[in-house]
């Protein structure tokens, strides 16, 4: 197992995944990780899959981190064995995909985005190979159980994590194939053990499929949004429970979880006593303590987080991994316009025509965070209760198929009504006049709407500005009104993929089917049932006890794959299926192939590459060219501090803004921006929370768009369990000058008590 941080920008860049302009990141919710494992046989073959905190894979990142891998271990990784999936968080920031349409927002290529994630990509897989040690791996899987089927004193532990955002298309697909399932979205999770013969439990794998747009539109904080914070609470959970067992041996300063309920695992110092309650003695202690004033620091590595683990010392990677998520939404209370709060229209998500007034309400409605730890929450506890329950080991060999397709004139076979065969193709990639109404988790603008299979004269227009789709491309995407021909914009690079990675791995009886986009539930189904029947079909090795999952937005992108009926509706996510109304019958037929080569353990040729466009990447988005204060006033100062001799409960919130200098300066990679400090019994202050914990937010401004001065603002909400005393907020940065190298800083808000 291995993790690193792969925190981005934390301000000026553009968040990725609902392309809104004003969407620019302003600090840290939490951060975000990539986490790998591998699982080798001895002296055989071996497989990485890493889940990135990430909007999704990028080809153009897949492709830099197997040269750096390839530059450090030979032909030991490669295309072929290494899968990089994101987990779809629309709270990270963007400009590291290659393809025109996915950096526009983001004023193009964002170089700094990009290098830290492969690096954290790289990082990540280096501690897993290191890490490599004999043991066992368990599976297990079990459904998420819904509101309708729980007795009234239940439904606060269990309740739903995702509901179809577009049921209009999901009931088009056929009633005998929707007969076959309860539900009009997957609501089963399957969790992947590891175990190390000697430290036990060292990790946990699942698949679960729902969006990660529980952090709304508007929200601007770096947020690995409800499967980062599933993540967040597995590890933190893990490590109370003293996981790997190594760790249950650590030394007296070692900093471990004290979590004292199901709902939500916290972390305090165990090195600090906790008092029975305040007393004004140490009220008068916590005033005696002032704001530190701004000072320089020689470097960066005293921001260490403090979740950061001994180098040799295991730690527990636990990755909540993406799936068949296209039309599922974790907004689970419904769809309401926001100006007569009645539920939107059904098969148009509007509010008297208008697409913009309709938004899906997350459980913790109007609080976006609170539906993001509730969303997340329940995905913790049911990975937990598979975690822990776990019991059929994986058994037989690792394998893996893997090869690139040109999706934009595909040749595929699907049946006729008639019960024969025709061949068909799919389309140079295009994008339908739906896919700028955006969905019910993030409307989009202006008079779009979902379900248009017809295009408006004035927007068709515009189109015509940049290019005029030709009438084969105009058939081949029928019933989708093309609203932008990307796959045939190649200015000044090419707008959107056409050679595609598709890949299956195999580990005993759990098969991974990665594949570059956004399947739909009922997509998804079909998938996974096609590979399913080849795999157990005549004299395979696999029995019927075969785990088949599917792996979203992995290796590269290339947006949503729905149904062929489900396209005929055009929603978003018809609108959005690039390829045309056979995009699923390519992919069905190709993983087919994949299945059958692995079976009959023949390999499966490639005839593409796609390309490399890293020297072709355009940047709009301007550096930092200096910060400032005012005078007299040092970076670190405190603008805003604590009140004096002030006391605060716990569930209150405590905040201190500093005079500050652009996050941009340094990412402070495996560091920390702000830090919760407490006093021990010997008068020294210990962290206890950091810019990765939940109850602590970072949050960064600037006085006007183009000044050189900032502010930072630590806003800390007392958990629960946090023990009572004496407590100040310390903020981390680094201060570009006009001339000369970064300079790094901290400074401190007057003490308070915490009763």
């Given at each position: 197992?291995?993790?690193?941080?792969?925190?981005?920008?934390?301000?000026?860049?553009?968040?990725?995944?609902?392309?809104?302009?004003?969407?620019?990141?302003?600090?840290?919710?939490?951060?975000?990780?990539?986490?790998?494992?591998?699982?080798?046989?001895?002296?055989?073959?071996?497989?990485?899959?890493?889940?990135?905190?990430?909007?999704?894979?990028?080809?153009?990142?897949?492709?830099?981190?197997?040269?750096?891998?390839?530059?450090?271990?030979?032909?030991?990784?490669?295309?072929?064995?290494?899968?990089?999936?994101?987990?779809?968080?629309?709270?990270?920031?963007?400009?590291?995909?290659?393809?025109?349409?996915?950096?526009?927002?983001?004023?193009?290529?964002?170089?700094?985005?990009?290098?830290?994630?492969?690096?954290?990509?790289?990082?990540?897989?280096?501690?897993?190979?290191?890490?490599?040690?004999?043991?066992?791996?368990?599976?297990?899987?079990?459904?998420?159980?819904?509101?309708?089927?729980?007795?009234?004193?239940?439904?606060?532990?269990?309740?739903?994590?995702?509901?179809?955002?577009?049921?209009?298309?999901?009931?088009?697909?056929?009633?005998?194939?929707?007969?076959?399932?309860?539900?009009?979205?997957?609501?089963?999770?399957?969790?992947?053990?590891?175990?190390?013969?000697?430290?036990?439990?060292?990790?946990?794998?699942?698949?679960?499929?729902?969006?990660?747009?529980?952090?709304?539109?508007?929200?601007?904080?770096?947020?690995?949004?409800?499967?980062?914070?599933?993540?967040?609470?597995?590890?933190?959970?893990?490590?109370?429970?003293?996981?790997?067992?190594?760790?249950?041996?650590?030394?007296?300063?070692?900093?471990?979880?004290?979590?004292?309920?199901?709902?939500?695992?916290?972390?305090?110092?165990?090195?600090?006593?906790?008092?029975?309650?305040?007393?004004?003695?140490?009220?008068?202690?916590?005033?005696?303590?002032?704001?530190?004033?701004?000072?320089?620091?020689?470097?960066?590595?005293?921001?260490?987080?403090?979740?950061?683990?001994?180098?040799?010392?295991?730690?527990?990677?636990?990755?909540?991994?993406?799936?068949?998520?296209?039309?599922?939404?974790?907004?689970?209370?419904?769809?309401?316009?926001?100006?007569?709060?009645?539920?939107?229209?059904?098969?148009?998500?509007?509010?008297?025509?208008?697409?913009?007034?309709?938004?899906?309400?997350?459980?913790?409605?109007?609080?976006?965070?609170?539906?993001?730890?509730?969303?997340g929450n329940r995905q913790f506890l049911k990975a937990r209760d598979l975690f822990d329950s776990a019991s059929e080991e994986i058994q037989g060999k690792i394998d893996y198929r893997h090869t690139y397709l040109d999706f934009s004139k595909l040749e595929v076979k699907v049946s006729t009504s008639a019960g024969g065969q025709q061949t068909v193709k799919t389309c140079p990639a295009a994008m339908?006049?739906?896919?700028?109404?955006?969905?019910?988790?993030?409307?989009?603008?202006?008079?779009?709407?979902?379900?248009?299979?017809?295009?408006?004269?004035?927007?068709?227009?515009?189109?015509?500005l940049l290019k005029t789709p030709g009438k084969d491309q105009v058939e081949c995407h029928s019933p989708k009104p093309i609203l932008l021909d990307t796959g045939e914009m190649k200015e000044p690079y090419d707008w959107a993929p056409a050679i595609l990675p598709v890949q299956m791995i195999r580990i005993g009886q759990l098969v991974i089917l990665c594949v570059p986009g956004e399947f739909t539930?009922?997509?998804?189904?079909?998938?996974?049932?096609a590979v399913k029947t080849v795999l157990t079909s005549g004299n395979s090795e696999f029995d019927k006890n075969i785990h088949v999952v599917l792996a979203g937005l992995t290796n590269s992108y290339s947006q949503y794959i729905t149904t062929f009926e489900e396209y005929q509706i055009q929603r978003y996510e018809g609108a959005s299926t690039l390829y045309g109304p056979h995009t699923l019958s390519?992919?069905?037929?190709?993983?087919?192939?994949?299945?059958?080569?692995?079976?009959?353990?023949?390999?499966?040729?490639?005839?593409?590459?796609?390309?490399?466009?890293?020297?072709?990447?355009?940047?709009?988005?301007?550096?930092?060219?200096?910060?400032?204060?005012?005078?007299?006033?040092?970076?670190?100062?405190?603008?805003?501090?604590?009140?004096?001799?002030?006391?605060?409960?716990?569930?209150?919130?405590?905040?201190?803004?500093?005079?500050?200098?652009?996050?941009?300066?340094?990412?402070?990679?495996?560091?920390?921006?702000?830090?919760?400090?407490?006093?021990?019994?010997?008068?020294?202050?210990?962290?206890?929370?950091?810019?990765?914990?939940?109850?602590?937010?970072?949050?960064?401004?600037?006085?006007?768009?183009?000044?050189?001065?900032?502010?930072?603002?630590?806003?800390?909400?007392?958990?629960?369990?946090?023990?009572?005393?004496?407590?100040?907020?310390?903020?981390?940065?680094?201060?570009?000058?006009?001339?000369?190298?970064?300079?790094?800083?901290?400074?401190?808000?007057?003490?308070?008590?915490?009763?």
């Open positions: 197992m291995g993790s690193f941080d792969i925190t981005g920008p934390a301000a000026d860049v553009n968040m990725m995944g609902y392309a809104n302009t004003e969407q620019i990141a302003s600090g840290i919710h939490f951060r975000l990780k990539s986490r790998a494992f591998i699982v080798a046989e001895p002296n055989g073959k071996r497989v990485v899959f890493v889940n990135l905190d990430a909007c999704m894979a990028s080809q153009i990142v897949t492709i830099k981190v197997l040269e750096r891998l390839k530059a450090r271990y030979g032909d030991l990784y490669n295309e072929n064995n290494v899968a990089i999936s994101g987990i779809h968080t629309h709270a990270g920031p963007g400009g590291y995909l290659q393809y025109v349409v996915y950096i526009v927002t983001s004023l193009g290529f964002v170089r700094q985005s990009f290098d830290v994630i492969v690096d954290g990509i790289e990082q990540s897989i280096v501690e897993a190979h290191n890490n490599l040690r004999p043991g066992k791996i368990f599976v297990n899987k079990e459904s998420f159980i819904t509101i309708d089927d729980l007795k009234p004193d239940f439904r606060c532990d269990l309740l739903d994590a995702g509901v179809n955002r577009s049921p209009s298309a999901y009931l088009n697909n056929p009633a005998e194939e929707r007969s076959k399932y309860e539900y009009n979205v997957d609501k089963e999770m399957t969790l992947i053990k590891f175990v190390d013969d000697e430290l036990g439990p060292v990790g946990s794998f699942n698949w679960f499929a729902t969006h990660g747009t529980s952090m709304s539109r508007t929200n601007s904080l770096i947020s690995g949004d409800n499967k980062g914070a599933a993540a967040r609470f597995m590890e933190d959970w893990a490590e109370q429970m003293g996981l790997p067992k190594q760790s249950a041996h650590a030394n007296s300063d070692d900093l471990r979880s004290l979590h004292k309920t199901s709902v939500l695992p916290r972390r305090v110092s165990t090195i600090i006593p906790e008092p029975n309650e305040i007393t004004d003695d140490l009220i008068q202690l916590a005033s005696s303590y002032e704001a530190s004033g701004g000072r320089r620091l020689a470097g960066s590595s005293i921001t260490r987080r403090i979740r950061s683990t001994q180098q040799n010392k295991p730690k527990f990677v636990s990755a909540f991994c993406q799936s068949n998520c296209g039309d599922v939404s974790p907004n689970v209370l419904g769809t309401f316009c926001i100006d007569t709060n009645l539920p939107c229209d059904f098969n148009h998500s509007t509010c008297n025509g208008k697409n913009e007034l309709c938004y899906g309400r997350g459980p913790g409605y109007p609080d976006e965070f609170e539906s993001t730890r509730v969303i339908g006049f739906a896919f700028a109404a955006g969905t019910t988790d993030g409307p989009g603008a202006f008079d779009f709407r979902q379900g248009d299979v017809k295009g408006n004269p004035f927007w068709k227009l515009v189109r015509n539930t009922m997509a998804g189904r079909r998938l996974r049932d390519a992919y069905i037929q190709e993983f087919q192939k994949l299945a059958m080569a692995m079976i009959a353990n023949k390999e499966v040729p490639t005839n593409f590459q796609p390309p490399d466009m890293l020297d072709k990447q355009i940047g709009l988005l301007p550096g930092v060219v200096f910060d400032s204060t005012p005078l007299g006033v040092k970076f670190g100062d405190v603008s805003s501090d604590v009140p004096g001799n002030s006391t605060f409960n716990k569930g209150s919130t405590v905040n201190a803004t500093f005079y500050s200098a652009c996050p941009r300066n340094d990412l402070l990679t495996d560091g920390t921006f702000a830090l919760v400090e407490k006093l021990d019994g010997n008068n020294n202050w210990v962290p206890v929370y950091d810019d990765d914990d939940w109850s602590l937010r970072f949050k960064w401004s600037r006085p006007a768009r183009l000044s050189s001065r900032s502010f930072a603002t630590l806003e800390w909400t007392v958990p629960e369990d946090a023990a009572a005393g004496v407590y100040r907020l310390r903020h981390f940065g680094a201060s570009k000058p006009m001339f000369g190298s970064v300079r790094h800083f901290t400074g401190t808000s007057r003490a308070f008590a915490v009763r």
